[in-house]
Nanobody, 118 residues
């Protein structure tokens, strides 16, 4: 059974940094792509960043230059380093994984809250 477990969320002031982690367990052999989504209150869930097993990455325009996604395949873990955080980054962040670049895949984590105060 596949599990994705996020950690690292919290409360931070604007301009601060956080690093989220997502540890995958179970049958992860088909996790070619892993990524981070976020959902703010009253808004649709949106893709923040994604990365393939070969290291190809993609970012939402709103986070380019501030967020960096990385992946440790040996640990089946994906990270997102979030710098220069803004109040509009406040959301629940979800880890996602799937067999192809076209996320979302079929596996989701439970979500972790990120709150950025002004």
């Amino acid at each position: 059974q596949v599990q994705l477990v996020e950690s690292g969320g919290g409360l931070v002031q604007a301009g601060g940094s956080l690093r989220l982690s997502c540890a995958a367990s179970g049958s992860t052999f088909n996790f070619n792509a892993m990524g981070w989504y976020r959902q703010a209150p009253g808004k649709q869930r949106e893709l923040v960043a994604r990365i393939t097993s070969s290291g190809m990455t993609n970012y939402a325009d709103s986070v380019k230059g501030r967020f960096t996604i990385s992946r440790d395949s040996a640990k089946n873990t994906v990270y997102v380093q979030m710098n220069s955080l803004k109040p509009e980054d406040t959301a629940v962040y979800y880890c996602n994984a799937g067999p192809s670049w076209d996320l979302p895949g079929g596996y989701w984590g439970q979500g972790t809250q990120v709150t950025v105060s002004s």
